[in-house]
Every structure is written in structure tokens, then in C-alpha cells.
């Protein structure tokens, strides 16, 4: 018969030797400390392109140009989500404030999208036109924005993917993964410049540059939304099975079953579970123990750091029709 076991069983697990969940640590600190210095070193990337697509008048170095506006709100948000992430849970938030930086991805990814979208037109436009849309690009001024962009913006990645990994979420990959994405953006700028000084009369290779570059931002949206609307509709994360979570569940001694078993993820990097598991007819202090070697078994197998379990004891002429009828259950 069903045994309902005291709710001490019902804390969160925080095994030793794996990191908070609450953003707290040196390796959070360490973190926040990179997207500042990042921070300021987008502040002087747009600067700098923007006083290069002045007068260098190239269409490339515009579209990279107004795209550094949503790279400077992207760091600063990607900052705020994780200063409130690091403020713990409250009596209001429960679990802290970490879906802050599910939110800031996905800002972040509709920013880049729209810029995107934007400048894909413009280029289009520009080469079916076939003249320069804002005037003779001057190289020089293209070359001159392209060298010190590429150095600012090396250095950020370097800083940014120099953090620890128990320390990396999803909004913190989202700017590294971007980061690598702007390098490889200015190169091709630094490449247009050096084209047009050579050959000057080639006057399409700007806007096919900012086409690129378009096609870069575009392309980088989309597994930003992806991952946020996973993390949004409570999907299970994707390096997790529910099989396999159940399967170790009841390698445990005295584990016999699961069944209304539910696993999400608050942010990223805090995975939840909640089940029911059937045990053998043992005493409710041997459950204690049991509950407590399946939460470290699955904390250090999977990764799951809150864990919630309702124990019922071995009873043969009960059956549990979730077993059957629901996916992510098994018995």
C-alpha cells in the first residue's frame, strides 16, 4: 500500500562537489567580471564602425555596424540575467530568477534576426541595382574600422570562452557562439577592403559582403530560439533521456519502479525532476536512504540538481495506469 514518506525528502539536492545552481562562486564571479570588460569593448567596436561606415560609406561595414547596437544590449542583458540569477530564490521566486537568461537569449536572438532580415534586403536590393546604395566605398577607412574590430572582438571571445564550463548557460553560449560568429564577420570586411584596393572597380563584393554578413546573423537566430522555446515549454533537455534517467533509477537497491516521472529545466544549467517511485516493502527509514542514493546516483549521472520524490511501498495488486499510458513513465 502507499506509503507517503516525511518531506524531508522533498529538498533539493545540491551534491558535493557539483556547482550551485544560484550563480555563486568564483566561477560566476568570473563570469560577470569577463562580460564587463566584454561590454566595454563593444561600446568602442561600435564606435569604431560606426566612424569607419561614415566614411568609408560601405554597406558591409554599416550592416556590421548597426548590428553591434543589439550585440551591446545583448551584453547587457546577458550581464543583468546573470546578476539576477545570482541573487537565489526569494518567497516570490522560488527558484531564483534564472529563466532571466532563457529571456535574455531570446531578446537576444530577435535582435539579430531583424538586423539580419534588414540588411539581407538592402543587399539584395544593392546588387540587383548594381551601384554602391550609399556612394563609392572608400577601402581605406573599410580597412582601417576592420583591423581594431577584429582585435576587439578576438579578445572578447577569448575572454568570454575562457569561463569555466560548470559556469557556461544558455545565454552565456549564445554571446560566445556570437562572438565567434562577429570574428568571422570582420574578416571578411578586412577582406572587402583589401579587394576594392586592389581592385577598385569591383564594386559588388560590398554588398555580397553584407549579404553575408546577413546571412550569418539569420543563421545564428535560429538555434537561440530553439533552445529558449525548449527551455520555455518545460521541454526535457536534450542531452537527457527519460529512459535512461528511469533505467538507473531502478539500478538503486529497493527501487522497483517510476512512474509520473517529469524532468525540465529551469535555465540551462538547472535541471529538475519530480516522480513517484515504488520500493520494496521496506521501512521508512530505509527509504530515506534509498531516496537519497537515487538522488545523488542521478545528480552525478545527469546532472539533476533539484529532485523531488514521493515514495510508495510494494504493493502487488496495485497497478498504475501511467505505466502504461504515459511516455515518461515505467514500471
Partial sequence: MGMSVPTATSATVRPSGRAQPHGEGEAEASVLRGLKISLLFAVIILLVEALGAWFSRSLSLTADAVHD????????????????????????????????????????????????????????????????????VDPLWLVAAAVPTIV??????????????????LNLRSVFLHL????????ALLSVGVVLLLRP??????????????????????PLFRESWATLSEKV??????????????????????HDVHVWSVCSS??????????????????MRVIAQLRERLADDFGIVHAVFEVEAHDPSRRHASDETCCTSTG
Fill in 180 to 187: 565567434l560568429s562577429d570574428v568571422l564577420i570582420t574578416l
Fill in 270 to 287: 538547472l535541471v529538475c525532476m519530480t516522480a513517484h517511485v515504488r520500493t520494496a516493502d521496506i521501512s521508512v527509514r530505509d527509504s
Fill in 69 to 136: 547596437i543589439p550585440d551591446l544590449i545583448a551584453f547587457a542583458v546577458s550581464f543583468e540575467a546573470l546578476s539576477l540569477a545570482g541573487k537565489g530564490a526569494t518567497s516570490e521566486h522560488t527558484f531564483g530568477l534564472h529563466r532571466a537568461e532563457v529571456f535574455a537569449a531570446l531578446v537576444n536572438a530577435c535582435l539579430i534576426l531583424s538586423t539580419g532580415l534588414g540588411f539581407a534586403y538592402a543587399s539584395i536590393s544593392a546588387l540587383e541595382a548594381g551601384r554602391p546604395p550609399l556612394g563609392s
Fill in 201 to 222: 572597380t569591383l564594386t559588388w563584393v560590398d554588398p555580397a559582403a553584407a549579404l553575408f554578413v546577413a546571412a550569418i546573423l539569420i543563421w545564428e537566430s535560429i
Fill in 237 to 258: 533537455p536534450k542531452d537527457l533521456s527519460v529512459e535512461a534517467i528511469v533505467r538507473t533509477a531502478k539500478s538503486v537497491p529497493n527501487v522497483e519502479g517510476l
Fill in 152 to 169: 576587439f572582438r578576438s579578445a572578447s571571445a577569448v575572454l568570454v570562452g575562457r569561463t569555466p564550463r560548470r559556469a557556461r548557460d
